[in-house]
């Protein structure tokens, strides 16, 4: 059985794809979907930080918290799914093949950043380098890449670093199924930024202030 066709048994049996009705026709759906996509897992740790934090685990963390955040907070506004939900490897190719069959309304992914220069530090979003901004999913990814940076830097104070474009895989693959951002979520490799990561409140609050920058029309 071939990758792809594996990933769409696994995920109708868990039911992220929307249910059919008898006459073959997809169901309306009520509320937006989003795709989180925690980076790395598994053997590949990412960045790990001054104080041994690794990228892989934070970012799940964030995710994990973002899922708590919409279901208390939000009330189960937006239907939300984790390209992974434990420390896991997952390839790049898979996690965006994930996002072309759920088809969501929006993609985040989430990382941290590193630097030889330990004094960089603030937060970017990036989007696909050679999006089309005349497109829909390009100018809503363009939106919600200056929304979060506004956000986070007026919410939280965040030194933000802008919006920027880069050829990452996870969002060339998918921006022609949905908006997508990818979040640089400060410098592991700076000691400000890796011991205000390391709070567990700190965490909550992060994941609380993406979720509510969340402009999906």
Same mark, same amino acid.
């Given at each position: 059985?071939?990758?792809?066709k ?5 995920l109708?049996?868990?039911g992220?794809?929307?249910?059919? /009705? ?6 309306? =759906? ?15 740790s ?10 892989k &685990? ?5 995710a994990?918290e973002?899922? =708590?955040?919409? =279901?208390?907070?939000?009330n189960?506004? $937006? ?5 992974? $939900? +434990?420390?896991?490897?997952?390839? @790049? ?10 088809q969501? &309304?929006? @993609?985040?992914?989430?990382h ?6 330990p004094?960089?530090?603030g ?10 901004? =005349? +497109? ?10 200056? $929304? ?5 830097g ?16 996870? @969002? ?5 199924t ?6 640089e979520?400060?410098?592991?490799s ?9 709070k567990?409140q700190?965490?909550?609050v ?6 509510? /920058?969340?402009k999906?029309k």
């Open positions: 059985m071939g990758n792809l594996r990933i769409w048994m696994v109708f049996v868990v992220i794809i929307p249910l059919y /009705s008898a006459s073959g026709q997809q169901m309306q =759906k009520v509320k937006k979907v989003i795709v989180i996509d925690p980076g790395h897992g598994g053997i590949d990412g960045a790990i930080g001054i104080n041994e934090l690794k990228e &685990d934070i970012v799940l963390e964030i994990m973002m899922l =708590k955040w919409n =279901k208390t907070v939000l189960n506004r $937006y239907d939300i799914y984790l390209t992974r $939900y +434990s420390d896991t490897l997952i390839s @790049l190719s898979h996690r965006a093949k994930l996002v072309n069959i759920v969501p &309304d929006l @993609l985040i992914s989430l941290g950043n590193h630097s030889v220069n004094k960089a530090k937060i970017e979003v990036f989007v696909y380098n050679n999006i089309d901004t =005349k +497109s829909k999913n390009g100018r809503q990814s363009v939106k919600m890449a200056n $929304y979060i940076i506004k956000q986070l007026e919410k939280l104070g965040y030194r933000t670093r802008g919006v920027k474009k880069e050829n990452f895989q996870v @969002l060339r693959e998918t921006i022609n949905c908006p997508a951002v990818l979040i979520l400060g410098f592991l700076n000691k400000d930024e890796v011991d205000y990561l390391k567990e700190n965490i909550n992060l994941a609380l202030a993406i979720l509510m /920058s969340i999906i």
